[in-house]
Structure formats: C-alpha cells, structure tokens
C-alpha cells in the first residue's frame, strides 16, 4: 500500500474481500477495524498447527509499513512496535492466547506471505512476552540441507518444523514445500540470511525452538 490512507480504504472495501481486526498507523494510532468475535479475511488459505482455517481461528493485526521499498525493508518504528504490544496484552488477555501463538503471516502461509518481514523485531517482541524467539544457540556442526536432498536428516528436521507449528510433510525430501518453510522460518527466525538452505545455523535453531 502506497500509505495508511491505501491501506484503511482497502482493509474497509468489501469489494477487496480482504480485512484485519486491527491496522497500526506508524505513529502508533490502531484503527479497531473488525470486532474481534467476528472473522477477518487476513490470513487466507493457511495452516499453524493442525488449524486448517485461521482466519476464523485468529484476530489479524495488520501494519502499516513501506515492505520491500526499493529491494530495502526499514525497521519497524518504535511507536508502532510500542502500540503492537499493548494491544497484544490487551488481545491475548481476553481471550487467552498463548504467547507463543502470537504468529506471522509468513508463518502461516508460506510460500504465498511473507509478511510483517525480515525487518520486523521478533527479539524485542518475544522480550515483552509475546512469539517465539530463540538466541545465545551454539551452533551444532552438521551438513546442509538443499533443494534435493534426501539426505537420512531431511525428515527428522521435517518432522521438527511440523512439531513448531508449520504445515509441512515428513518425506524425507528436500523439496519445494520444505525450501519455502525453512525460508519463512528463516525470515522470521535467522533475517541475516534468507535463502530456503537449512545450514548449520537454521537447523539448530530449528530443534532448539521444537525442545522450548
């Protein structure tokens, strides 16, 4: 969206077919856009942990932000991260979410979202007590795993990936289903290098974060 403006009048078109319960404007002002009993068109076709619909599933927090502008992604501003966590004290409170299902599009739909982005501050989010994070990880010595591969690790590092949430299949190959979950695990997880490889680094991440 070119800015807030683009994105309330699209979020509020019903010809868009596209809605969130929340939009946070940059400076931290939310518009309350959809009542939070009622389901939002934000997610779309998408899988976290067996749920097969998570629009009905899920509150949808949209926010307002430039993306990928000029092949660049600018952090997310302070007021708006700020307003983001009051609001998700205040969400999670009433309905009694779960820390760690304070998600991402990409998350859940990957491959076809990669929303809020590599430049969104997991770390600071999880550290006011919402998403998961893991870090202070030393990174084990194994092979990569590549587009593929069907290396004897390839499943039980599937099966890892599914056991967190994702909406993946354990066969034992490195396919393209599985490139585009560990890249939005990467984007969401390991934004220094985002590439579907699982090196070293993203597999110990991975079964760092099955064992929390």
């Known amino acids: 969206m070119a800015d807030c403006d683009a994105a309330l009048a699209r979020l509020c078109d019903p010809a868009a077919k596209v809605s969130a319960h929340y939009l946070i404007r940059r400076d931290g002002h939310i518009f309350h856009l959809v009542d939070e009993v ?53 969400v999670t409170a009433r309905h009694s979410i779960a ?13 076809r979202k ?23 990880v030393k990174t084990e010595h194994v092979l990569p795993l ?4 069907e290396d004897k690790a390839v499943a039980p590092l599937q099966k890892a990936l599914a056991a967190i949430g994702y909406q993946i299949t354990a066969d034992g190959i490195y396919g393209p289903q599985t490139r585009a979950v560990i890249s939005v695990f990467q ?7 985002i590439d579907g490889i699982a090196d070293a680094e ?3 991440l991975v079964y760092a974060l099955c064992r929390l």
């Open 99 to 111: 820390p760690q299902n304070i998600l991402g599009h990409s998350d859940i739909a990957p491959g």
């Open 187 to 193: 984007r969401h997880f390991r934004p220094a290098k």
């Open 38 to 90: 009622v389901r939002a068109w934000h997610a779309g076709v998408s899988y976290w942990s067996g749920e097969v619909d998570m629009n009905s599933a899920s509150i949808g927090i949209e926010l307002d932000h430039d993306g990928h502008k000029d092949g660049k992604m600018e952090a997310f501003p302070e007021a708006q991260m700020a307003a983001l966590i009051t609001l998700l004290q205040e």
């Open 146 to 149: 590549a587009t593929g591969s």
């Open 114 to 136: 990669i929303d809020p982005g590599e430049a969104f501050d997991w770390a600071a989010l999880h550290k006011a007590g919402f998403g998961l994070w893991v870090d202070n």
């Open 202 to 204: 993203t597999q110990t």
